[in-house]
């Protein structure tokens, strides 16, 4: 069971993260995660959003928001950490 304090320690690393991030690693972490939220919709459907974006401002979540919340924040930070330092490039 993940707790709030990963939670927050994703989320203020996600937030350093951008803050060092030009517009184009951000734009470019849009892309790749939109592309990753299409192939998993073309494989299970449609994901019910209007309950994920309810969530987003409850003042006290519970163990599986706050799960969910952590897993977020931790995805967001691969994806940004990998565009940022060139992870999976070509270096020429």
Do not use: C, W
């Not at 690393?13 to 030009?22: G, P, T």
């Not at 006290?60 to 490039?89: C, F, K, R, Y």
């Amino acid at each position: 069971m993940s707790d709030l304090s990963t939670f927050k320690q994703y989320y203020n690393l996600a937030d350093q993260l951008i803050e060092n991030s030009s517009k184009d690693d951000i734009a470019e972490t849009a892309r790749l995660l939109a592309m990753n939220l299409a192939h998993y919709q073309s494989k299970y459907g449609e994901l019910p959003l209007e309950e994920t974006l309810a969530m987003i401002g409850v003042a006290e979540p519970n163990d599986g928001q706050i799960e969910l919340l952590s897993n977020a924040m931790e995805i967001l930070v691969g994806v940004l950490g990998n565009v940022v330092t060139g992870v999976g490039q070509e270096r020429h």
